[in-house]
């Protein structure tokens, strides 16, 4: 029931998301930035709050509001740990400011205000029996009660009520009467790797010194120093499960497997088991629990693909019929795009009558591999299983081990991606890697950073993927690959790649596709895993940067920056407190030397017309001193990029 | 709880306010445009709907709706009775859709689909054991379950599941499982007259024909023809309660009353009663309801002024003094604004303790005068009470009433004025009277029609009222005036005016402020209610005009037509189904021959570049062929518009 004493009107105008039907998403110690109507019937002061409260507390916290526009009120509030937290505003007349003000303009006028003067009694005296009062502020109003009641006293005590101290005490201990309050409104905070995060891509089986020979769970944890060295923090391995053997891809995605071809590891399952398995080459259960174990005292996570797949002698074709489906030849139901069929592969049919066993089962392996100390999935293809499914599933899991974290791999169009954010996916893959000119890049940040999508969606930037070898890569020299990690590690706080092809710029490709000839998919490759050159370099470096750096913890702090050369990319980020500024310039031009004027975006810097400030390359060495807003900065290939620290 | 079967989501995008807090409004007959998202997982095709019905029924009614765009959907419907009505979407996998599109691509590559047609079967079945299938969607599918159970023949039958009558068939009678529904959003109906009025305001105390004698409802019903004559629709007065007797207004708003003097209509209550009595001198209540009769029979309704403020003197203050603030001098607070005083004025005081009383007291006042014949109440000054308490008394009589309409005259600011639409007033007044310039009148028309605005607020445009005489009024010339009526008239579907004295150029104002000089709020005027000139002759043109012409029946059908002269605005509009198109130039400079070069908006118009139509002026009657897009026009301040109708 409402209550008609209460005059004003909140609402929470942004964040926003659908009306409140989602979550926006924060990670500890980030800052929710609330915009907010606050309007009221006639003339009187009013004043709000910012309330904000983990969901499952009763108290709310609060900041106090102001107008930053014409009835356009703004607050902000930092989330100081995980889950789901509550926000909203609210608002009251005030009347201890209202009778202030007109007792001050009508003062001001010449008017006698005795009679004003004592108006203002009933809520002086409100405020002086607030609980917690200090004894100033006791004072203060009791002595300015008695000189309102001395008639004597008409001019000491309308000094007292014009004083600034009683604006002061009136302003910061309201009689908070007929509050009114907005909708509340939900952020999901994660812990920080959810938003800042350092992906490193590998074939297990690949991971022998020795050639020819498959690799093991063993021969990654010798991996593990060299990822450590290059400063990665999550490592994400292709599927580990037993692989098909009943319509095997051979190399080269062939459909007919030669003898001894190892297969994808995404056609998944076999009568060595399923999703809950492991392939019996790689090792034992006891193999991957102890190179988790290892990876974590190295701060790194192990990530893990979780694929919905089943290949033909998956042992759930048998055990679950129901949960595939079967064709009127008595066949069962394999992957198709038609007119393309993809034998392999059978899909899981979400719309059995047996959904629910379904759903369970699946929920079942993921909270298998948590408990074998798996805290990242790497979700392949979720926009081919029901939205519905994930929205359950992710908040099934996290209600559980809010700290696990879900990579959507959905390559779709763009309202399936960002509703996969929505429904709960923690970060998701993006179509970085074909943005490739200064325009494609600064629209697609600003569609990745501004409005709503940046609400609820947490791009992870990927040069390349086994899967993803794109032409101007194929065609590229090692500047343009130095160029595109830079891009990655740069623009965006989560990035990836898929590491000992990039490194070794292996850029082969099958003729007019985008991907790689005699794809590391079907078989196993041998890698020295010695080389260091100046990718190696360069990775380690950026990797080092970023971790120093608080403004690359965040993506949507990402700032366009003027630069009057359409070779040339700049852009400039800062954390929250301001701590840390800098500014990126990118030679998008990986063959010549590029040259133009940046307009130095001073005012965010913080630095007047004139004033000097140093940017630092934190890559070269090199600093300048700039004192213009208009400076020239020149690339040439051999570095083609500034990655400036700006001090003052 | 959930069915996991399902697998499409599906959400309204548009129209959506406040994410479906306040509903939309429309009038009887209009249509609803809803976008929406319509998206699911994999590669299935999906179809779906737009869903409505009135909201106290439970019978859905449904139009398809299609992909307007990439992962975008889109439909309307028409609202076909007053009150609040439901609208959402639907979508569903049409496995018929997904089997024919499957089997049509399998077939094209040289694929053996037998099992493919097979396949297909129980969705066929399924489809023919649906209700209410014609007796040729009967037979056309007994026949193709037939051939395809027959071996022999598989090429008969793949024709005839290859064939359009097929796809026609699962497209028309789709068999909708899993379907998936939006959340519901309400638009709330009005009768027409909320988005199609042409108001007239004159003092009833003015009405004698007698110099010097208080006008009276029966000197109003003398009036009535002229104001039919005109084509007015709505007749408006100002408060015709008693008028305070206690500090009252002299001429010229003076805080001293001479002997005689009248006061002002808005300090309702004296000892003659309050908001529920009539001023004895206007007559009686017999005489108000048998005017508002006589009104009702020449399609005239008069609109009742809603001014919740009391005269010193109002019964209310003796009988509720709780709802008064009292001062702590023991006398009542009247109207502030510091250090301004208006002793002549009460406020209501809404944040007493007696609240329900006083709101309960208010909608009784309502519903007396919905009984007394009142359908339309012009609200003075809603946004100096609170909202709440409107959004509970609008809806409060709606619920009985749905025919009653209210105005708001809240100038104030665009959140407040808007707010008060979302939450019930049916019209409000606005800013036209002093938008002037071509492009402050365009920012202001795309502000009140484009985007969620016009979704919820309604405009009324007046080029003066007894309290807005402007500064250009004050200052303009016969032309002006005209240029004022024909775009307050062609712009809003609603609009109105201070009428005796818009007619007669009366301009006289205090000097220095936007009022007229002896206003009429203070004194009874006398009028020469015989008078016709070139703008009682206009007046009636453009009403005549307006009721003729659908294309003025509503206001966020405005769309701005280029012309190349900043004296010149030009705009198009046209009715919902296109029959009625109509095109205004108007010169915004009184005193010079303007002309330009006009862009017609030909495809708007419906026709293609050299096409030939007809522009016929429906004021001068004069016609122009014109067969170009750009068009040559020049307007004198003789007859400064252009009206067209375009016909082809």
């Not at 006698?112 to 109003?141: C, P, W, Y």
């Not at 900065?633 to 051999?638: F, K, S």
Request: overall charge negative; aromatic content about 14%; proline content about 5%.
């Amino acid at each position: 029931m409402i209550n008609g004493q209460s005059r004003v009107f909140a609402a929470v105008l942004s964040p926003v998301v659908d009306g409140g039907k989602y979550s926006i998403r924060r990670v500890v110690g980030q800052w929710v930035h609330v915009d907010a109507r606050i309007i009221c019937d006639g003339h009187d002061v009013i004043q709000a709050a910012l309330q904000f409260k983990p969901a499952g507390s009763r108290t709310w916290q609060e900041h106090r509001i102001w107008g930053k526009a014409e009835d356009l009120w703004g607050g902000s509030f930092r989330v100081e740990a995980q889950g789901l937290w509550d926000y909203r505003v609210c608002g009251w007349v005030d009347h201890g400011l209202t009778w202030r003000e007109g007792l001050s303009k009508k003062a001001n006028d010449g008017q006698f205000v005795k009679t004003e003067l004592q108006d203002g009694l009933h809520v002086l005296k409100a405020i002086l029996d607030m609980k917690k009062q200090s004894e100033e502020v006791v004072d203060f109003l009791t002595r300015l009660i008695d000189l309102i009641g001395d008639e004597n006293q008409y001019q000491e005590a309308l000094q007292m009520a014009l004083s600034n101290d009683l604006q002061h005490i009136l302003y910061t201990c309201p009689e908070k009467k007929f509050i009114s309050y907005s909708e509340t409104y939900q952020v999901y905070v994660d812990r920080p790797r959810a938003l800042f995060s350092a992906w490193y891509e590998f074939f297990p089986r690949s991971a022998s010194r020795e050639p020819g020979k498959h690799g093991t769970f063993k021969d990654c944890e010798q991996l593990l120093p060299r990822i450590k060295e290059f400063g990665f923090d999550v490592l994400y391995f292709p599927p580990i499960h037993p692989i098909g053997e009943v319509n095997r891809k051979g190399k080269n995605n062939s459909t007919v497997a030669a003898e001894g071809d190892v297969g994808s590891p995404w056609g998944i399952g076999s009568r060595n088991g399923g999703h809950d398995a492991i392939h019996p080459e790689l090792g034992t259960l006891a193999d991957y629990k102890a190179l988790i174990q290892k990876a974590r005292e190295m701060d790194i996570e192990i990530a893990m693909d979780f694929a919905l797949q089943c290949a033909p002698d998956h042992p759930w074709v048998k055990e679950h019929p129901a949960w595939f489906k079967w064709r009127s030849d008595g066949t069962v139901q394999y992957a198709e795009n038609p007119p393309k069929k993809y034998q392999d592969i059978l899909p899981l049919y979400f719309e059995t009558e047996d959904w629910r066993a379904l759903w369970t089962a699946i929920r079942q392996v993921v909270l298998y591999w948590i408990e074998q100390g798996v805290t990242i999935f790497r979700v392949d293809n979720p926009h081919t299983k029901p939205f519905a499914f994930w929205e359950w599933l992710i908040a099934e899991v996290k209600k559980q081990h809010p700290d696990v974290l879900f990579l959507s791999e959905a390559f779709t169009r763009s309202a399936l991606m960002y509703h996969l954010g929505k429904i709960g996916f923690t970060q998701s893959y993006t179509y970085f890697s074909w943005k490739n000119s200064k325009y494609e890049l600064i629209d697609y940040m600003n569609e990745l950073t501004k409005g709503s999508t940046g609400e609820v969606f947490r791009p992870n930037f990927w040069p390349n993927t086994p899967d993803i070898n794109t032409f101007p890569m194929q065609n590229g020299n090692q500047t343009l690959y130095m160029i595109r990690i830079f891009l990655a590690a740069t623009l965006s706080s989560s990035y990836g790649l898929y590491g000992p092809a990039y490194e070794l710029l292996v850029h082969e490709a099958l003729p007019g596709r985008e991907e790689y000839y005699r794809s590391e998919k079907y078989e196993i490759y041998h890698w020295d895993w010695e080389a260091r050159n100046a990718l190696t370099m360069l990775i380690t470096m950026l990797n080092k940067i970023r971790n120093a750096h608080p403004a690359f913890h965040e993506t949507n702090n990402w700032e366009n920056v003027n630069v009057q050369n359409d070779h040339l990319i700049a852009y400039y980020k800062q954390n929250a407190d301001g701590s840390d500024k800098v500014l990126c310039v990118v030679n998008l031009n990986p063959y010549e030397r590029q040259s133009a004027s940046l307009q130095a975006p001073l005012h965010r810097i913080g630095v007047y017309p004139g004033q000097q400030f140093t940017v630092h390359d934190l890559i070269s060495g090199n600093s300048w001193i700039w004192n213009q807003e208009w400076n020239y900065v020149a690339l040439d290939p051999g570095l083609p990029f500034h990655l400036f620290h700006i001090r003052q």
